[in-house]
């Protein structure tokens, strides 16, 4: 299989706006999401971080930042898309070592393509061991909210497996004359105690992204912003081109 083209078909499956798919480029050059926060999220995707992105509103933008991040995953990692239970149960009866991004266009109850609900929440939870990662988005805002709507009846995933979730990051959306602002509100990190500590936050008042704490081995992420740093300033924002370059920038070892 061509993981790479394979892959292309999955992300591009979860554009829900038409026209082209949204590359980080373009979420960064309409002020989304920082640089910094990229970065920080590319190197963690790197190292196996699952992802869930969230936002209680519809048309937020969750989906959307979610399939511009799966392009961080490194090469042959393939997406597995669920779209039915069995896909679950077949990823737990693998080794576990075997690398495998299994994606759930959304957890939820509604009865669409890749959208999971009911036990199959926790199976999928589950799924984060060795070199199986999950992605996914969902209707919260908060962490609070994620955890009330995962652990608690009909889902019932553990606050353990949920504290596996590398990378959970919070899409806000707000009204303005003429225009509205989609902005990645904030970006969490598992703390490796079961829980996840805040370490980007968006400023309403001056429409800025604030480090909130410093960020783990500030010279190793260096590299990574100075990466997407060069494709927002060349302006490629195609994202089979983005990809290209992030897989060279992983095989290079930059």
């Avoid at 890749?114 to 999950?134: K, M, N, P, Q, T």
């Avoid at 190793?220 to 997407?228: D, F, R």
Wanted: proline share 5%.
């Amino acid at each position: 299989m061509d993981v790479e083209a394979h892959n292309y078909r999955q992300i591009d499956a979860l554009n829900q706006r038409g026209g082209r798919t949204l590359s980080i480029v373009d979420l960064i050059r309409a002020g989304t999401i920082s640089v910094e926060m990229s970065a920080y999220a590319m190197r963690a995707m790197e190292r196996g971080a699952s992802l869930l992105t969230g936002a209680r509103p519809g048309g937020a933008g969750k989906t959307t930042l979610m399939a511009a991040l799966l392009n961080f995953l490194p090469p042959g990692v393939p997406i597995v898309t669920v779209d039915r239970s069995r896909v679950i149960a077949d990823a737990l009866a693998r080794p576990a070592a075997e690398p495998a991004c299994y994606l759930a266009h959304e957890i939820g109850s509604g009865h669409w393509y890749g959208y999971i609900w009911g036990r199959d929440v926790a199976r999928f939870l589950s799924l984060i061991e060795g070199g199986r990662r999950i992605a996914s988005c969902l209707h919260a805002d908060t962490l609070d909210e994620l955890a009330e709507i995962v652990c608690s009846p009909p889902l019932l995933a553990t606050r353990e497996s949920l504290g596996r979730v590398g990378l959970v990051l919070f899409m806000h959306v707000d009204g303005r004359v003429g225009s509205s602002r989609r902005r990645a509100a904030s970006l969490w990190e598992a703390d490796g105690s079961g829980g996840h500590q805040l370490l980007f936050q968006w400023q309403p008042e001056s429409d800025a992204f604030e480090q909130v704490r410093p960020v783990p081995d500030p010279n190793g992420l260096a590299p990574y912003v100075e990466l997407i740093q060069r494709l927002v300033d060349e302006g490629e924002a195609d994202t089979r081109a983005v990809r290209a370059r992030v897989v060279e920038f992983y095989r290079s070892g930059s």
